[in-house]
């Protein structure tokens, strides 16, 4: 498959041309998807792109996707994996999960707004700071994307965790400021 | 050439008019500060008057808080019902967040979460910090200096500076209401005179009789009192503080749990100045530093990581980043 799609870009780029592919490339729908992808791509590459090509909108289709979903995807989140493994006590985990809430209200509205700027620009900025370096120490062209990626996600968790720690440090910092003798 | 000459007596004329109004300017200043000899009112009484009308008038005010490049405008309503303080505040701006403080309770509304009422004895509103110091004691560290008068909330308001006397703590500017004695803006600010965080009233109405909705509030049921001894450990720390800058005490030693992270185990110190509440927590080391920043720094809080062997240590508080840094290189276990 990777053959034949590397040959399909030759043809794109009028390097190669063997009948026989162009004769599949006439009976053989997914081929010509693809074919049709590589002309996109080059033209896009070029920026050639004027026609309807370039008014694609995904817009409809993700929100299409994401009618699809169901409504509770959202909340599953601290408590999931509890609630999950222990169905039966589910009383348990609400007011577990509801003391997790009050925690983080009280230092929030402690008047201090440290935390909500803390955790909206610090990770932006430790992402940023993780790009640049990935910038900088990979030479143009000759990167494995996939391995990369890899890498800049793991650190990314990394952060987000290391951030999250140091959220709920503020909060607990707030919470002894209210309740200091 | 005619020109040229006119022009040189244009400019000597632009520079004796500067000297002079700079001239007439330091006057004014030297008249004030001998009018303020004369009316015997000297910096720490001024302070000390502040201090008496925040916790005795009932007012009502619009402030902003200035943080970086962020304004948030808030309001404080106060009251006094029966020698008993009572205060609400709000923000104005975005989702509904309330506090109402009354009878060492202190109980918060947040649009969309559950309210809940913690036991408070010390007052949490936005002056209370400068409200709350003993000015007398406060003598050994800080040094209380008359600036000058100035105009804040179109009122004409005093300015006090609380210097620090060391490198180890921030110093702050006071602007006090010459008529009602009220804090009318407090300027936080650090070595280099730069401002890490202003909070400015914009509006202040003092009334002889509380606020007849604020006293309505004070016989509302409260929500539910969320008590915390529940998951707080008594223990003591194992670890002390050898170095504490000036004036600063422990007030908290113990050891907890990290609610809000994975119940994760901590010893924890609070040092306090009568201004500033530091808190130090000491944990396992779980990543290595490296990677990661050591010092946040918003407005005047900082959040100073460093780690030590196998531990990791957190300063959190409204200090300079040389007193975390000092206060983490002098921490020891206890033997």
Known sequence: MKDVNEQLSAIVDNE???????????????????????????????GDVTDQ??????????????KKQPITAPVVELGASTETVTPASENNVISFVKRFGQYAIAASVAGVVVLASLVTSEPSFENNSVGLEVLKT??????????LQATKKQSQQEIKEHNERLEALLNDHQLKLQTQP | MKLLLHFKTLITGVFILIASGAFSVQATEAGNDQTEKKGDITAIEYLQLMQTAY????????????????????????????????????????????????????????????????QSSRNQSVFANIANFDYEKGLASYEYIILGKGRIAGKTAMAIRMMSKDQYRYSYIVWIDLDTHLPLRLDTIDNSNIILDQIMVVSLKVSEQINPWLES????????????????????????????????NVVKDDQHKLVMYENEPVSYIMLNDGIVSVSIYISAKKTTLAQQQKTIQRGATVLYTDQKNNFEINVIGEIPVATAKRLIDSISMVE
């Open chain 1, 16 to 46: 190669f041309i063997d009948q026989k592919l162009i004769d599949d490339l006439l009976i053989n729908k997914d081929k010509q998807d693809q074919f049709c992808r590589y002309h996109l791509i080059g033209d896009v590459m070029r």
């Open chain 2, 55 to 118: 916790k005795n008038l009932n007012y009502e005010i619009l402030y902003l808080n200035n943080l970086k490049n962020t304004v948030e405008p808030k309001q404080l309503l106060h009251g006094v019902i029966n020698q008993e303080e009572i205060a609400y505040f709000r923000y104005l701006n975005g989702a509904m967040r309330e506090s109402l403080q009354y009878l060492q309770k202190i109980s918060y509304f947040e649009q969309g979460s559950q309210p809940y009422t913690l």
């Open chain 2, 217 to 248: 509030l004070s016989s509302q049921t409260l929500p539910e009192l969320f008590n915390i001894s529940q998951t707080a450990n008594l223990k003591a720390s194992l670890w002390k503080v050898d170095w504490l800058p000036a004036g600063f």
């Open chain 1, 53 to 66: 090509f370039a008014n694609f909108d995904i817009s409809q289709q993700v929100m299409a996707e994401i």
């Open chain 1, 138 to 147: 990979v030479p143009l062209g000759a990167a494995n994307p996939v391995s």
